[in-house]
Every structure is written in structure tokens, then in C-alpha cells.
């Protein structure tokens, strides 16, 4: 019954492939993110979906590209891989997009790794 | 912009207390959240003070003054398994971002 799943945990593959990170969550919330972390622990936002729709576009290449096809999937297509884009990417769901509300659940991660 | 503070690393024996310190910068201010990563593992939600004071939640407690800008994480009665990274954060005013600190980690020794 896991609540954030995403899909792959393990990804390695080499520069200049395409490859998509799937993520649903089951706990009815209409917000989902994407989160970056590297190799220092720094946990940075990178798109979030309210109801399908994007609301939060952080500076990141457009070689990401987020797609929610209803409120219970986000998934994240990364095209032409670097060696950069290594890192662990976290999907993360939250009831709605309030100020007060800052509880996220997160997905298990993806360690992405580009050789 | 936000910006939020935390010391890189703490280390603690079993048992004792210690304290993650955070202090933030912001254009606005709703409150203060703190997070536990294991390693490895994903980052879960464990407190929000939107209040001044001291909210105590079994062996943590998470504290907060607005009008210092800060806040901290208070670990009571340490256990091994307590070893983790440990974040601030904060929604951002306008945007409504979910921004993390850099992280703590803490490493406790039996």
C-alpha cells in the first residue's frame, strides 16, 4: 500500500539517452513534485502539478520535461543525458498548495546515474 | 528569495539530547517544517510550527521564534537509529515552493 511510488529505483544509462521516471501516488492530493538531490544532500525543486496543471517551473534545462496525465501521475522525461544529471530524483505529493500546508510524502527515489 | 541555514554535520552519544539549529531568511514567513532522510531512504515530514514555542512530539520536540528568524530540532534520548539527515523547511510566500535547507547530518554514537 505505498502511497508515492516511482519507478525505477535504480536507473543507469549513458550519456545522450532518453529515459522517463514514473511516479503515482495513491492518496488523493492534487499537488505532485519533482525533486532533485545531489551528491551533497541539497534537495531541490524542479516542477510541481496542481490537478494536472504546472505551477511551479523551476530553472531547469528543457531537456526535462514533467507530464501528468491526471492528478495521480507525474512522470519526468529527461532527454539527451549529461553526466550532470546523475543525482537522485524524488517524486512527492502534498493535499493541496497552501502556505500553511508543508507536508509532503515522498516517493522511495530514483538514483539516476549517466556514464 | 528564501534562504535557510542548518549546521552540516552534529554528532551525539546514545542518549544524550541534542539540537539541529535552522535560521531562515525570507520574504515571508508561514512557518517552519523539519524532515528526517535516512540513507538511502526518502525524506518524511515530521513536525510544523507555524507558532511560536515548543511542540513536543514524543522524544522530538521542534521549537520556533518568528521574530528571530529561527527555529530548532530538538532529538531527546538518542537511539542509533536517529543517524540521519535532517532539513528545515519552509513554503515559500509567494510561490508556494517547498524549499529545504541544506541538511544536517547526524551521527550518533553509541
Known amino acids: 500500500d505505498t502511497a508515492v511510488s516511482q519507478t525505477p529505483k535504480y536507473l543507469v544509462t549513458q550519456m545522450g539517452n532518453d529515459k522517463s521516471i514514473k511516479c503515482e501516488q495513491n492518496?488523493?492530493?492534487?499537488?505532485m513534485y519533482w525533486y532533485k538531490q545531489d551528491s551533497k544532500k541539497f534537495l531541490k525543486i524542479m516542477f510541481s502539478y496542481n490537478n494536472k496543471e504546472l505551477i511551479i517551473n523551476e530553472t531547469v534545462p528543457n531537456r526535462f520535461s514533467p507530464k501528468s496525465p491526471d492528478k495521480a501521475h507525474l512522470n519526468l522525461h529527461i532527454n539527451s543525458l549529461e553526466l550532470g544529471d546523475s543525482a537522485v530524483y524524488f517524486c512527492?505529493?502534498?493535499?493541496?498548495?497552501?502556505?500553511?500546508?508543508?507536508?509532503?510524502?515522498f516517493g522511495q527515489g530514483t538514483r539516476l546515474t549517466v556514464v | 528569495g528564501q534562504s535557510l541555514e542548518q549546521p552540516s554535520e552534529v554528532t551525539a552519544v546514545e542518549g544524550a539530547i541534542v539540537q539541529i539549529n535552522c535560521t531562515y531568511q525570507t520574504s515571508g514567513f508561514y512557518g517552519l517544517s523539519w524532515y528526517q532522510q535516512h540513507d538511502g531512504g526518502a525524506p518524511t515530514f515530521l513536525s510544523y510550527n507555524a507558532l511560536d514555542g515548543l511542540e513536543e512530539t514524543g522524544r522530538f520536540s521542534s521549537f520556533l521564534s518568528r521574530s528571530d528568524s529561527y527555529g530548532y530540532l530538538l532529538l531527546q534520548e538518542l537511539q542509533m537509529k536517529d543517524s540521519a539527515s535532517y532539513f528545515c523547511a519552509v513554503r515559500d510566500y509567494s510561490s508556494y515552493k517547498l524549499i529545504f535547507g541544506s541538511g544536517t547530518r547526524l551521527l550518533v554514537r553509541p
Open positions: 492518496l488523493g492530493h492534487d499537488t
Open positions: 512527492a505529493s502534498s493535499q493541496e498548495i497552501s502556505p500553511q500546508n508543508t507536508e509532503a510524502f
